[in-house]
């Protein structure tokens, strides 16, 4: 994966390794199985090894952090969009214990830890209640499941700043809790792209929206992804497929490029206060 990333909420991406175990239905379609296959590396499931970088692509977070130092501009590092930080494998533990070293060394980065294991992070972190600043928490909830089974773990994390991926959002969810009671600091939110892609109702991005700026809680919006509702995309691009279900508007496939990212006729790119 690229080091000047292409997410959209990130400036780099940093992977100590390739290779995860899926968990949830959010894993069903995975872009970085599909792509680790893609470059003929088996390495996803419990069973098989996961892929370890060299040296020198260690060694690239300390120059984004001397450039940072010298800019006097913080970048956000995104860790691990190939793997899982926190997936609970033994011959993981010496790659984790490097990363923590390497964060402790690059204080001019901010470190965005998203798992899908929050409960493993609050055991494994090695800073215990007392996490650096420059290291952001963050946990994947695609449903409403998902975010009553995550967010208690999160919203117990010392993380300075706690996040929530709700991508691919597959369901209609409720934060307020979580965010009235500032346990959520950022909500980023996207649909799902690739060959398998599961759309999603436009008003459950809205809905998600609506709950983050009652609350003053900064909200992304990544990309409809494959689809997206048919009065956002230009009327002269016809789709491949329109889906024949009652969504709360006609909703069809043009593909993760030519649906973009605009959501009621604005880009909505929410950062916490901190960065």
């Not at 991926?165 to 597959?170: A, G, K, Q, V």
């Not at 997206?228 to 497929?241: E, F, H």
Request: aromatic share 12%.
């Amino acid at each position: 994966m690229a080091a000047n990333s292409r997410i959209e909420w990130t400036d780099h991406t940093f992977n100590p390794w390739w290779g995860c175990t899926k968990v949830s239905p959010a894993c069903d379609h995975c872009y970085a199985e599909a792509w680790a296959k893609r470059t003929g590396h088996s390495v996803w499931g419990a069973k098989s090894s996961r892929r370890f970088l060299s040296d020198a692509y260690w060694k690239q977070p300390l120059k984004w952090d001397r450039e940072a130092a010298e800019s006097g501009c913080r970048k956000r590092v995104f860790c691990a969009s190939m793997a899982d930080v926190f997936e609970w494998k033994k011959e993981l533990t010496p790659w984790r214990n490097k990363l923590w070293e390497l964060i402790d060394s690059t204080p001019n980065l901010d470190w965005l830890l998203l798992t899908k294991r929050p409960h493993l992070a609050n055991r494994m972190n090695p800073w215990g209640t007392s996490w650096p600043l420059n290291v952001w928490l963050g946990t994947t909830a695609e449903d409403q499941k998902w975010v009553n089974k995550r967010l208690p773990h999160l919203a117990n994390s010392s993380a300075n700043i706690r996040f929530l991926s709700c991508e691919p959002l597959l369901g209609e969810i409720d934060l307020s809790p979580w965010l009235a009671s500032g346990d959520v600091d950022w909500v980023i939110t996207g649909g799902e792209s690739g060959p398998n892609a599961r759309p999603s109702d436009p008003t459950w991005f809205k809905a998600v929206r609506d709950q983050c700026e009652r609350h003053a809680v900064p909200f992304h919006f990544k990309q409809w992804g494959d689809w997206a509702p048919m009065d956002t995309v230009q009327s002269n691009i016809i789709p491949s497929r329109v889906l024949n279900v009652e969504f709360s508007t006609p909703v069809a496939r043009f593909g993760k490029k030519r649906s973009g990212r605009i959501l009621d006729g604005q880009t909505w790119d929410g950062l916490p206060a901190m960065a």
